[in-house]
T-cell receptor, first 114, second 117 residues
């Protein structure tokens, strides 16, 4: 099976702009989670979607949003970009939504905000 | 709220020597524990996980971790490391959310394992 894919892989934006990142989960996986990775804060949970519904949300401002489509593909959007949003954004998928499920991570989208 | 502490940001060790990467967690509910590995220029991969049952869990490449509830620890060990084990290792915890699904993974800051020849 193909792994989790994320597009684009690299992105440069300026402050105030908005950005949309895309994630295609492993075929058959219905849960998609998003994480932000920075050198200072490490890996932080953004949100999780299962069957097109947001099930859990981390401690991020409302500028960070996401959605999931009927084919389980997911997008996350960041509006009014700030310099501190520069990070590696990771998407992970799992077959179900139980706490013991293994999450399979994509390669990430590296976002640079200037 | 949950938290994970990885006490060492870097661990240098000679090839074929044993290694232990420390992980302590804080949680008020039953937890599920994971170790993920990030090799250079690669994505995060699951190394092993503890869900329930035997407190000692093993990976296919010789790593093992022991869940110690009284010490709230989940340390990762390998009796003899290889140069190919050079990577960033992340400990993570989750629990069952209010709707029955999982809370998001809470990760430690990571430990960089450096294997010296």
């Amino acid at each position: 099976k193909a792994g989790v894919t994320q597009t684009p892989r690299y992105l440069i934006k300026t402050r105030g702009q908005q950005v949309t990142l895309s994630c295609s989960p492993i075929s058959g996986h219905r849960s998609v989670s998003w994480y932000q990775q920075t050198p200072g804060q490490g890996l932080q949970f953004l949100f999780e979607y299962f069957s097109e519904t947001q099930r859990n949300k981390g401690n991020f401002p409302g500028r960070f949003s996401g959605r999931q489509f009927s084919n389980s593909r997911s997008e996350m959007n960041v509006s009014t970009l700030e310099l501190g949003d520069s990070a590696l954004y990771l998407c992970a998928s799992s077959p179900g939504q139980g706490p013991g499920e293994t999450q399979y991570f994509g390669p990430g989208t590296r976002l640079l905000v200037l | 709220a949950q938290s994970v502490t990885q006490l060492d940001s870097q661990v240098p060790v000679f090839e074929e020597a044993p290694v232990e990467l420390r992980c302590n967690y804080s949680s008020s509910v039953s937890v599920y524990l994971f170790w993920y590995v990030q090799y250079p220029n690669q994505g995060l991969q699951l190394l092993l996980k503890y869900l329930s049952g035997s407190t000692l869990v093993e990976s296919i490449n010789g790593f093992e971790a022991e869940f110690n509830k009284s010490q709230t620890s989940f340390h990762l060990r390998k009796p003899s490391v290889h140069i190919s084990d050079t990577a960033e290792y992340f400990c993570a915890v989750t629990s069952r959310g209010p709707g029955g699904g999982a809370d998001g993974l809470t990760f430690g800051k990571g430990t960089h394992l450096i294997i010296q020849p």
